[in-house]
């Protein structure tokens, strides 16, 4: 269940993967969508219920607005860089399984 708490901290982190991004600091990115994805764990295991007011609701729900528009500028920033990675890795294959039928081939 997500809480307040949880859902501010994941927040915080998307605030700071969009800094890393926009900064090119790939590892800083990494880092916190491990935080991230530890955030995420936390809410899934969390199954006390608690009682939330009418204010943590609306916090909660612009906060979560405010991470998918965050998560989209992330992707504008990354999205070219991970596609330039998947045409590389792509290529690394393609030339490895023509290397390997030209040597296998007798000629």
Same mark, same amino acid.
């Given at each position: 269940?997500?809480?307040?708490?949880?859902?501010?901290?994941?927040?915080?982190?998307?605030?700071?993967?969009?800094? &890393? +991004?926009? %900064? %090119? @600091?790939?590892? &800083?990115?990494? &880092?916190?969508?491990?935080?991230?994805?530890?955030?995420?764990?936390?809410?899934?295991?969390?199954?006390?219920?608690?009682?939330?007011?009418?204010?943590?609701?609306?916090?909660?729900?612009?906060?979560?607005?405010?991470?998918?528009?965050? @998560?989209?500028?992330?992707?504008?920033?990354?999205?070219?860089?991970?596609?330039?990675?998947?045409?590389?890795?792509?290529?690394?294959?393609? @030339?490895? +399984?023509?290397?390997? +039928?030209?040597?296998? +081939?007798?000629?």
């Amino acid at each position: 269940m997500l809480t307040p708490e949880i859902c501010a901290a994941m927040y915080q982190c998307y605030a700071s993967m969009l800094t &890393a +991004a926009q %900064n %090119n @600091d790939l590892e &800083a990115l990494s &880092a916190h969508e491990h935080t991230l994805a530890q955030l995420r764990m936390r809410a899934v295991e969390q199954h006390t219920p608690i009682e939330l007011n009418r204010e943590s609701i609306e916090t909660m729900q612009a906060q979560i607005a405010r991470m998918l528009e965050i @998560d989209a500028q992330i992707l504008e920033y990354v999205g070219p860089l991970l596609e330039e990675t998947r045409k590389l890795l792509s290529g690394s294959v393609k @030339d490895r +399984a023509v290397r390997n +039928a030209y040597r296998s +081939a007798e000629f």
